[in-house]
Protein backbone atom coordinates (compact mmCIF):
# COMPACT_ATOMS: atom_id res chain seq x y z
CA UNK A 1 0.00 0.00 0.00
CA UNK A 2 1.31 3.71 -0.62
CA UNK A 3 2.00 5.88 2.12
CA UNK A 4 -0.06 8.98 2.26
CA UNK A 5 1.28 11.99 2.71
CA UNK A 6 -0.12 15.53 3.12
CA UNK A 7 2.25 18.70 1.75
CA UNK A 8 1.05 22.22 0.04
CA UNK A 9 3.22 23.59 -2.05
CA UNK A 10 2.40 26.95 -2.87
CA UNK A 11 -0.67 27.65 -5.24
CA UNK A 12 1.16 27.68 -8.43
CA UNK A 13 -2.16 26.60 -10.58
CA UNK A 14 0.16 24.06 -12.70
CA UNK A 15 -0.61 20.72 -13.95
CA UNK A 16 -0.37 17.54 -11.62
CA UNK A 17 0.80 15.78 -14.57
CA UNK A 18 3.22 17.77 -15.89
CA UNK A 19 7.59 17.69 -15.31
CA UNK A 20 7.65 19.19 -12.09
CA UNK A 21 11.40 19.64 -12.19
CA UNK A 22 10.13 22.91 -15.03
CA UNK A 23 8.68 24.29 -11.86
CA UNK A 24 9.55 27.61 -10.71
CA UNK A 25 8.17 28.93 -7.36
CA UNK A 26 7.70 32.38 -6.31
CA UNK A 27 9.35 32.03 -2.69
CA UNK A 28 11.11 29.62 -0.45
CA UNK A 29 7.72 28.51 1.22
CA UNK A 30 6.74 26.84 -2.12
CA UNK A 31 10.95 26.22 -2.78
CA UNK A 32 10.64 23.89 -0.07
CA UNK A 33 7.45 22.03 -1.36
CA UNK A 34 8.98 21.84 -4.41
CA UNK A 35 12.56 19.92 -3.05
CA UNK A 36 10.07 17.16 -1.19
CA UNK A 37 8.68 16.46 -4.54
CA UNK A 38 12.00 16.51 -6.21
CA UNK A 39 13.39 14.05 -3.24
CA UNK A 40 10.22 11.53 -4.00
CA UNK A 41 11.16 11.66 -7.34
CA UNK A 42 14.96 11.42 -7.93
CA UNK A 43 14.43 8.14 -4.94
CA UNK A 44 11.94 6.78 -7.10
CA UNK A 45 9.41 7.23 -4.22
CA UNK A 46 6.74 8.62 -6.21
CA UNK A 47 4.70 5.60 -7.24
CA UNK A 48 4.68 4.65 -2.98
CA UNK A 49 3.24 7.70 -2.15
CA UNK A 50 0.52 9.93 -2.82
CA UNK A 51 0.98 13.63 -2.56
CA UNK A 52 -1.19 16.50 -2.42
CA UNK A 53 -0.95 20.25 -3.28
CA UNK A 54 -3.63 21.99 -1.94
CA UNK A 55 -4.54 25.39 -3.62
CA UNK A 56 -6.88 27.85 -1.71
CA UNK A 57 -7.95 25.74 1.49
CA UNK A 58 -11.02 27.53 3.60
CA UNK A 59 -13.12 26.35 6.48
CA UNK A 60 -13.79 25.70 9.57
CA UNK A 61 -11.07 25.10 12.62
CA UNK A 62 -8.36 27.53 11.05
CA UNK A 63 -7.53 29.45 13.69
CA UNK A 64 -4.82 28.26 14.60
CA UNK A 65 -3.43 29.09 11.40
CA UNK A 66 -3.11 33.15 12.94
CA UNK A 67 -1.72 35.56 9.45
CA UNK A 68 -2.06 32.46 7.04
CA UNK A 69 -5.84 32.00 8.09
CA UNK A 70 -8.38 32.91 4.77
CA UNK A 71 -9.11 35.99 4.36
CA UNK A 72 -12.86 34.78 4.93
CA UNK A 73 -12.21 34.19 8.38
CA UNK A 74 -9.83 37.02 8.98
CA UNK A 75 -12.49 39.55 7.70
CA UNK A 76 -15.62 37.69 9.08
CA UNK A 77 -16.51 39.96 12.28
CA UNK A 78 -15.88 43.46 10.12
CA UNK A 79 -18.16 42.67 6.94
CA UNK A 80 -21.14 40.64 10.30
CA UNK A 81 -20.47 43.85 12.42
CA UNK A 82 -19.22 46.74 10.60
CA UNK A 83 -20.18 46.19 7.26
CA UNK A 84 -16.46 46.69 5.21
CA UNK A 85 -14.60 44.33 3.53
CA UNK A 86 -10.60 45.58 2.36
CA UNK A 87 -8.90 43.92 -0.18
CA UNK A 88 -5.76 44.75 -1.79
CA UNK A 89 -5.63 47.13 -4.95
CA UNK A 90 -4.28 45.23 -8.61
CA UNK A 91 -0.85 46.31 -9.83
CA UNK A 92 -1.01 44.19 -13.22
CA UNK A 93 -3.29 45.76 -15.58
CA UNK A 94 -4.75 42.83 -16.98
CA UNK A 95 -6.85 42.67 -13.70
CA UNK A 96 -9.13 45.20 -11.81
CA UNK A 97 -8.89 45.71 -8.22
CA UNK A 98 -10.07 42.64 -6.41
CA UNK A 99 -10.71 40.52 -9.64
CA UNK A 100 -7.19 38.72 -9.44
CA UNK A 101 -8.46 34.57 -9.61
CA UNK A 102 -7.59 31.90 -7.28
CA UNK A 103 -8.62 28.17 -6.80
CA UNK A 104 -10.92 29.04 -3.36
CA UNK A 105 -11.11 25.18 -2.32
CA UNK A 106 -13.37 24.52 0.87
CA UNK A 107 -12.52 22.11 3.49
CA UNK A 108 -15.71 19.36 3.33
CA UNK A 109 -14.18 19.12 -0.18
CA UNK A 110 -10.81 18.66 0.42
CA UNK A 111 -11.38 15.84 3.09
CA UNK A 112 -13.86 14.12 0.97
CA UNK A 113 -11.14 14.01 -2.19
CA UNK A 114 -8.43 13.38 0.93
CA UNK A 115 -10.98 10.18 2.18
CA UNK A 116 -11.04 8.70 -1.84
CA UNK A 117 -7.33 8.93 -1.85
CA UNK A 118 -7.08 7.18 1.75
CA UNK A 119 -9.61 4.49 -0.04
CA UNK A 120 -7.90 3.97 -3.01
CA UNK A 121 -4.67 3.48 -2.06
CA UNK A 122 -3.34 1.75 -5.68
CA UNK A 123 -3.33 6.13 -6.26
CA UNK A 124 0.04 7.21 -6.40
CA UNK A 125 1.73 10.50 -7.27
CA UNK A 126 1.09 13.48 -6.89
CA UNK A 127 -2.62 15.33 -6.94
CA UNK A 128 -4.29 18.75 -7.00
CA UNK A 129 -6.97 19.37 -4.93
CA UNK A 130 -8.64 22.65 -5.70
CA UNK A 131 -12.18 23.09 -7.56
CA UNK A 132 -10.78 23.50 -11.01
CA UNK A 133 -12.76 27.12 -10.92
CA UNK A 134 -10.55 30.02 -10.41
CA UNK A 135 -12.66 32.96 -8.76
CA UNK A 136 -12.12 36.56 -8.03
CA UNK A 137 -11.52 38.46 -4.91
CA UNK A 138 -14.23 40.39 -5.24
CA UNK A 139 -16.45 37.22 -5.88
CA UNK A 140 -15.43 36.01 -2.16
CA UNK A 141 -16.41 39.72 -0.74
CA UNK A 142 -20.12 39.65 -2.54
CA UNK A 143 -20.65 36.19 -1.01
CA UNK A 144 -19.41 36.89 2.36
CA UNK A 145 -21.97 39.62 2.30
CA UNK A 146 -24.68 37.85 0.74
CA UNK A 147 -24.25 35.56 3.81
CA UNK A 148 -24.80 37.62 6.45
CA UNK A 149 -27.59 39.85 4.74
CA UNK A 150 -25.52 43.02 4.11
CA UNK A 151 -25.09 45.45 0.96
CA UNK A 152 -21.56 44.97 -0.71
CA UNK A 153 -19.18 47.62 0.64
CA UNK A 154 -15.11 46.78 -0.48
CA UNK A 155 -12.72 49.22 -0.04
CA UNK A 156 -9.34 48.55 -1.63
CA UNK A 157 -6.22 49.47 -0.39
CA UNK A 158 -2.36 49.76 -1.50
CA UNK A 159 -0.61 45.81 -1.25
CA UNK A 160 2.98 46.13 0.59
CA UNK A 161 5.98 46.94 -1.50
CA UNK A 162 7.31 43.53 -0.77
CA UNK A 163 4.60 41.62 -2.20
CA UNK A 164 3.63 43.71 -5.79
CA UNK A 165 6.42 41.84 -7.54
CA UNK A 166 5.56 38.35 -6.72
CA UNK A 167 2.03 38.51 -6.02
CA UNK A 168 -0.01 35.52 -7.69
CA UNK A 169 -2.80 37.29 -9.81
CA UNK A 170 -4.29 33.42 -11.36
CA UNK A 171 -4.16 30.45 -10.00
CA UNK A 172 -6.37 27.22 -11.14
CA UNK A 173 -6.06 23.68 -10.08
CA UNK A 174 -5.95 21.31 -12.88
CA UNK A 175 -7.48 18.53 -12.06
CA UNK A 176 -8.15 16.10 -14.91
CA UNK A 177 -5.45 13.39 -13.03
CA UNK A 178 -7.79 13.07 -9.88
CA UNK A 179 -10.56 12.44 -12.20
CA UNK A 180 -8.45 9.82 -14.20
CA UNK A 181 -7.91 8.20 -10.51
CA UNK A 182 -11.86 7.55 -10.49
CA UNK A 183 -13.01 10.71 -7.98
CA UNK A 184 -15.85 12.17 -9.15
CA UNK A 185 -16.81 14.23 -5.83
CA UNK A 186 -18.88 17.39 -7.40
CA UNK A 187 -17.34 20.39 -5.26
CA UNK A 188 -19.48 22.84 -3.71
CA UNK A 189 -20.33 26.33 -5.37
CA UNK A 190 -18.01 28.99 -4.19
CA UNK A 191 -21.75 31.15 -3.29
CA UNK A 192 -22.55 28.02 -1.29
CA UNK A 193 -19.69 27.49 0.75
CA UNK A 194 -19.05 30.26 2.23
CA UNK A 195 -22.50 30.68 3.28
CA UNK A 196 -22.17 26.96 5.00
CA UNK A 197 -18.34 28.89 6.39
CA UNK A 198 -20.29 32.09 7.61
CA UNK A 199 -22.68 29.98 9.62
CA UNK A 200 -19.73 28.33 11.72
CA UNK A 201 -17.95 31.83 12.08
CA UNK A 202 -21.21 33.41 13.39
CA UNK A 203 -21.87 31.00 15.73
CA UNK A 204 -18.08 31.15 17.18
CA UNK A 205 -18.89 34.88 17.51
CA UNK A 206 -21.78 34.47 19.65
CA UNK A 207 -19.92 31.80 21.97
CA UNK A 208 -19.98 34.26 25.03
CA UNK A 209 -24.08 34.80 24.79
CA UNK A 210 -24.23 30.91 24.22
CA UNK A 211 -21.91 29.66 27.14
CA UNK A 212 -23.71 32.62 29.64
CA UNK A 213 -27.00 30.89 28.79
CA UNK A 214 -26.23 27.46 29.17
CA UNK A 215 -24.60 28.59 32.68
CA UNK A 216 -28.14 30.33 33.65
CA UNK A 217 -29.61 27.25 33.05
CA UNK A 218 -27.00 25.39 35.07
CA UNK A 219 -25.68 27.09 38.15
CA UNK A 220 -24.45 25.00 40.57
CA UNK A 221 -20.74 25.41 40.77
CA UNK A 222 -19.28 22.02 40.10
CA UNK A 223 -20.97 21.95 36.99
CA UNK A 224 -20.27 25.00 35.61
CA UNK A 225 -16.61 24.47 36.60
CA UNK A 226 -16.39 21.56 34.18
CA UNK A 227 -18.33 23.13 31.63
CA UNK A 228 -15.77 26.23 31.63
CA UNK A 229 -12.84 23.56 31.41
CA UNK A 230 -14.53 21.57 28.46
CA UNK A 231 -15.08 25.51 26.54
CA UNK A 232 -11.50 26.32 26.77
CA UNK A 233 -10.11 23.14 25.55
CA UNK A 234 -12.21 23.60 22.93
CA UNK A 235 -11.61 26.94 21.87
CA UNK A 236 -7.81 26.07 22.68
CA UNK A 237 -8.07 23.36 20.03
CA UNK A 238 -10.00 26.27 17.20
CA UNK A 239 -12.93 23.73 17.49
CA UNK A 240 -16.02 25.17 15.70
CA UNK A 241 -19.21 23.95 17.38
CA UNK A 242 -22.92 24.69 17.33
CA UNK A 243 -25.03 25.82 19.61
CA UNK A 244 -25.67 22.80 21.81
CA UNK A 245 -22.70 21.76 21.92
CA UNK A 246 -22.00 22.96 25.40
CA UNK A 247 -25.10 20.75 26.08
CA UNK A 248 -23.45 18.37 24.85
CA UNK A 249 -20.24 18.44 26.57
CA UNK A 250 -21.97 18.45 29.63
CA UNK A 251 -24.12 15.29 28.84
CA UNK A 252 -20.69 14.16 28.17
CA UNK A 253 -19.33 15.15 31.29
CA UNK A 254 -21.91 13.50 33.43
CA UNK A 255 -21.68 10.06 31.45
CA UNK A 256 -17.69 10.35 32.44
CA UNK A 257 -17.95 11.41 35.95
CA UNK A 258 -16.46 8.08 36.89
CA UNK A 259 -13.17 10.00 35.40
CA UNK A 260 -13.48 13.35 37.23
CA UNK A 261 -16.25 16.04 38.37
CA UNK A 262 -14.46 19.00 39.42
CA UNK A 263 -11.02 18.39 37.34
CA UNK A 264 -10.21 19.09 33.75
CA UNK A 265 -11.62 15.95 31.69
CA UNK A 266 -8.87 14.13 29.58
CA UNK A 267 -8.38 15.53 26.38
CA UNK A 268 -7.99 12.59 24.65
CA UNK A 269 -11.53 11.05 26.35
CA UNK A 270 -13.30 14.09 24.87
CA UNK A 271 -11.57 14.02 21.84
CA UNK A 272 -13.00 9.86 21.81
CA UNK A 273 -16.04 11.54 22.93
CA UNK A 274 -16.45 14.26 20.30
CA UNK A 275 -15.44 11.76 17.71
CA UNK A 276 -18.25 9.80 18.67
CA UNK A 277 -20.84 12.26 18.48
CA UNK A 278 -23.24 12.27 15.45
Known sequence: EAALLFHTNGENGYDDQCDIDKLAPLNMYGYSKQLFDLW??????????????????????????????????????????????RLFKSYNTKYGDGDSLRDFVYIKDVVEVMMFLLNNPKNTGLFNIGTGKARSWNDIARSMFAAVGKKTNIEYFDMPEILRGKYQYFTEAKMDKIKKAGCNHKFMELEDSIKDYCSYLKNKSNTEEIMTKV????????????????????????????????????????????????????????????ASLP
Open 215 to 274: KNKYRFKAYNRVLNNIVEYLDECGYFYPENMLEICANIHFEMRELTFSKIINPDELNQRL
Open 40 to 85: LLRNKYNDKVTGIKFFNVFGPNEYHKGTMKSVICKTYDDVAQKGII
